[in-house]
């Protein structure tokens, strides 16, 4: 059991500690020696916080020994991603102006684990300012993938979603504002949640040097886990008005359209402006066949009213706005230089300069035309309960360290694609406000892991949860790394 205890799920370890057969202490220093013993390869872990970890940890067995009130996570070790504030550790966002940066309070998100018993111990790692879809930066170097060390777990949640896979943790705090955490359950091999906008505090959350008193359009904090049942749990915690609007607001969100089996499927599995690579392709096709030999019927036609080509004409400037407190004086001038000779720059670099340089007035217009298109999601989710589409064209790729999202490409099927890609269907969800949950459906010839996007209605994050528990009873869901066992 000892061996295993790092790759059981949050929900039967939390059965553990409430039966006496394991303490909080000893489930701490369990994680503590996979770190010491397997992060050395993955550099998913980057700061640590031990001692008061091993405080917490004894004080919640004092507790369950007196009887006393237990929380929903009480006694369980986690780690949370770095560009989220934890008082008194290091928090760095990834970036070298915060190399030594100590937050004085934790980010909402953070004081919800710990008021619910988690015992929160280490920081995990991330590109800098959350802008890439590798894990790697100046001060940490680089994340491995627990499944090929040559190749990332996606980014920017990528030391969460490498802990995760590895057991190093049982559950994780990402945040996702282009697919932060979509992409690295995918390319890991883990589940992962995106909640719909708003209904989760980002308050601490650190994506440019004066973090922590606004909120990023269409960032959310959303939990990464092995089960689709932890990520319930931990979304449960995560949920619900930020601190100031407490006393005025309360959450309650919608059950469930149904059980899986009553839910109306569609699929959205590949497209021309976009068009997914033949292995991640051949997996999603078995998934979608799957699920119709198992009785479902699966509507692969149905489509909003609204192009896919909205996600890199509003989509994709709304999300480089969002970011765009990140950039530094000299990159913001650079990029203004672009917008005043466009000519100069391809697509990608010219939507990315918009993104960041544009007026209010672009703004707000861009804004109306993400409304509307919030409403033709309102309409297709009239007829629709899910909708299941790809987390990426790609599965995990190798390490690349040259250029930026920006400027960087793949070569797939044999043809060269814009780096940038990788991002087009998480935000096709993201900008509009949907949530959306990954799930394990297969792996490639190659032993790469696939994830699927179940999406749902905005608030309809208990429906998108609900049918991703199925894919995954379904299909098998999470496998351990080799790594994993080491």
Same mark, same amino acid.
């Given at each position: 059991m %000892?061996?295993?205890?790092?790759?059981?799920?949050?929900?039967?370890?939390?059965?553990? @500690?409430? +039966? $006496?057969?394991?303490?909080?202490?000893?489930?701490?220093?369990?994680?503590?020696?996979r770190v010491a013993r397997l992060n050395?390869?993955?550099?998913?872990?980057?700061?640590? *916080?031990?001692? +008061?970890?091993?405080?917490?940890?004894? +004080?919640?067995?004092?507790?369950?020994?007196?009887?006393?009130?237990? $929380?929903? @996570?009480?006694?369980l070790p986690m780690t949370v991603k770095d560009a989220l504030a934890t008082?008194?550790? &290091?928090?760095?966002?990834?970036?070298?102006?915060?190399? *030594?940066?100590?937050?004085?309070? %934790?980010?909402?998100?953070?004081?919800?684990?710990?008021?619910?018993?988690?015992?929160?111990?280490?920081?995990?790692?991330?590109? &800098?300012?959350?802008?890439?879809?590798?894990?790697?930066?100046?001060?940490?170097?680089?994340?491995?993938?627990?499944?090929?060390?040559?190749?990332?777990?996606?980014?920017?949640?990528?030391?969460?979603?490498?802990?995760?896979?590895?057991?190093?943790?049982?559950?994780?705090?990402?945040?996702?504002?282009?697919?932060?955490? &979509? @992409?690295?359950?995918?390319?890991?091999?883990?589940?992962?949640?995106?909640?719909?906008? $708003?209904?989760?505090?980002?308050r601490g959350y650190v994506d440019h040097v004066s973090y922590g008193v606004s909120d990023a359009d269409i960032n959310v904090v959303g939990p990464l886990a092995r089960t689709v049942d932890d990520l319930t749990l931990l979304f449960d915690v995560l949920t619900g008005p930020r601190a100031e609007l407490v006393d005025g607001w309360s959450l309650e969100l919608p059950k469930a359209r149904g059980t899986a089996a009553e839910l109306r499927v569609? #699929?959205?599995? *590949?497209?021309?402006?976009?068009?997914?690579?033949?292995?991640?392709?051949?997996?999603?096709?078995?998934? #979608?066949?799957?699920?119709?030999?198992?009785?479902?019927?699966v509507d692969r036609t149905a489509r909003p009213e609204h192009p896919f080509e909205d996600v890199r004409e509003v989509g994709l400037p709304?999300?480089?706005?969002?970011?765009?407190?990140? &950039?530094t004086d000299e990159e913001f001038e650079e990029l203004r230089g672009v917008l005043a000779d466009p000519v100069s720059a391809d697509a990608v670099l010219r939507m990315r300069a918009g993104g960041t340089a544009m007026a209010h007035r672009d703004w707000s217009l861009l804004a109306e035309r993400r409304e509307k298109n919030r409403q033709s999601w309102g309409r297709f989710f009239r007829d629709h309960d899910v909708l299941l589409a790809p987390v990426s064209f790609a599965p995990a790729f190798e390490h690349q360290h040259g250029g930026n999202l920006y400027t960087r490409s793949l070569v797939v099927d044999g043809?060269? +694609?814009? /780096?940038?890609?990788?991002?087009?269907?998480?935000?096709?969800?993201? /900008?509009? /406000?949907l949530p959306a949950t990954v799930v394990p459906v297969g792996w490639t010839d190659a032993g790469l892991p696939v994830g699927v996007q179940v999406v749902g209605p905005f608030l309809g994050d208990r429906t998108t949860l609900e049918f991703a528990g199925y894919l995954e009873r379904l299909l098998g869901g999470y496998r351990v790394p080799p790594l994993a066992r080491s």
């Open positions: %000892d061996e295993e205890l790092g790759l059981l799920s949050a929900s039967a370890l939390l059965g553990l @500690l409430d +039966r $006496g057969e394991v303490s909080s202490v000893e489930l701490l220093q369990h994680h503590l020696d050395p390869a993955l550099n998913a872990v980057v700061t640590l *916080d031990t001692d +008061r970890a091993m405080g917490t940890a004894s +004080r919640v067995d004092d507790d369950r020994v007196a009887g006393e009130p237990m $929380g929903p @996570l009480a006694g008082e008194g550790l &290091r928090t760095t966002g990834g970036a070298t102006e915060l190399a *030594d940066h100590v937050p004085v309070s %934790d980010a909402e998100v953070v004081a919800k684990v710990r008021d619910a018993g988690a015992v929160v111990f280490a920081k995990t790692n991330l590109p &800098r300012w959350s802008g890439d879809v590798q894990a790697t930066n100046e001060i940490f170097g680089t994340t491995n993938n627990p499944w090929d060390l040559s190749r990332g777990p996606g980014g920017s949640s990528g030391g969460a979603s490498a802990a995760v896979a590895a057991g190093l943790t049982p559950l994780e705090i990402g945040t996702d504002i282009g697919g932060s955490v &979509r @992409l690295p359950a995918h390319f890991a091999g883990v589940c992962g949640h995106k909640p719909s906008f $708003g209904i989760v505090p980002q569609a #699929a959205w599995l *590949d497209d021309p402006a976009c068009p997914v690579s033949t292995e991640v392709s051949q997996v999603l096709e078995v998934m #979608a066949r799957t699920i119709e030999e198992d009785g479902l019927r709304l999300i480089s706005a969002a970011t765009s407190p990140a &950039r043809v060269e +694609r814009p /780096y940038a890609d990788l991002i087009v269907w998480t935000s096709q969800f993201g /900008y509009v /406000y």
